[in-house]
């Protein structure tokens, strides 16, 4: 089997990039815990990728595999989430006694953010059939490429701890944990300029 090529996507690839994220996502803790009946995270997460990492394809700094199995959505430097519309869809989807701690992940998420500029990773994901398969590594490699031709920092939050070794792969390192109420911890990474 060759390996999976990454290529920056278009603009009319988001419904099928988004899905592909959606699939991704189905057992992370923190997005799992903040969506945790079925319906209601099929309903809303679609909506917070598009909300939170939509604007990748606006910016052409949204990757995927040939094959739609696995996206990286990353936001350049000066451009943030639409943080109005993602409050929206908390507010809707988000059950509400647990939208305190939601929303103070939340704050913390986007104070969190080094002030040098810096790429940032919203979103990354790969299809669960095609885990530990090189998927994400393609997509990932495809996406620092970028942020070194500029010499420039990238930034994420690991919402999975089974995904920090592979943050750490590429150069990541840990720079601190938000966590609220009863929330998982989410990881704060950077990769310094190169």
């Given at each position: 089997?060759p390996?999976?090529?990454?290529?920056?996507?278009?603009?009319?690839?988001?419904p099928?990039l988004?899905s592909?994220?959606?699939?991704a996502?189905?057992?992370?803790?923190?997005?799992?815990?903040?969506?945790?009946?079925a319906?209601?995270?099929?309903?809303?997460?679609?909506?917070?990728?598009?909300?939170?990492?939509?604007?990748?394809?606006d910016?052409?700094?949204?990757?995927?595999?040939?094959?739609?199995?696995?996206?990286?959505?990353?936001?350049?430097?000066?451009?943030?989430?639409?943080e109005?519309?993602?409050?929206a869809?908390?507010?809707?989807?988000?059950?509400?006694?647990?939208?305190?701690?939601v929303?103070?992940?939340?704050e913390?998420?986007?104070?969190?953010?080094?002030?040098?500029?810096?790429?940032?990773?919203?979103?990354?994901g790969a299809d669960?059939?095609?885990?530990?398969?090189?998927?994400?590594?393609?997509?990932?490699?495809e996406?620092?490429r970028?942020c070194?031709?500029?010499?420039?920092?990238?930034?994420l939050?690991?919402?999975?701890?089974?995904n920090?070794p592979?943050?750490q792969?590429?150069?990541?390192?840990v720079?601190?944990d938000?966590?609220s109420?009863?929330s998982p911890?989410?990881t704060?990474?950077?990769?310094?300029?190169?």
């Amino acid at each position: 089997m060759p390996d999976p090529v990454a290529m920056t996507a278009a603009p009319e690839d988001a419904p099928r990039l988004i899905s592909s994220l959606v699939t991704a996502f189905a057992a992370d803790p923190f997005i799992r815990w903040m969506f945790p009946d079925a319906e209601q995270y099929l309903r809303s997460f679609p909506l917070v990728l598009t909300h939170f990492a939509g604007g990748a394809f606006d910016h052409g700094s949204a990757f995927r595999t040939a094959d739609y199995r696995a996206a990286a959505l990353w936001l350049p430097p000066g451009v943030a989430p639409d943080e109005a519309a993602l409050g929206a869809v908390m507010e809707e989807g988000v059950a509400p006694d647990l939208q305190a701690e939601v929303f103070g992940v939340l704050e913390e998420v986007g104070a969190g953010h080094p002030d040098e500029a810096h790429w940032y990773l919203p979103a990354m994901g790969a299809d669960p059939t095609c885990q530990r398969k090189g998927y994400g590594s393609a997509v990932m490699a495809e996406s620092l490429r970028r942020c070194d031709e500029g010499h420039i920092a990238a930034y994420l939050e690991s919402t999975n701890p089974a995904n920090i070794p592979f943050y750490q792969r590429f150069g990541f390192d840990v720079v601190g944990d938000i966590q609220s109420g009863s929330s998982p911890v989410v990881t704060r990474m950077l990769r310094a300029a190169r």
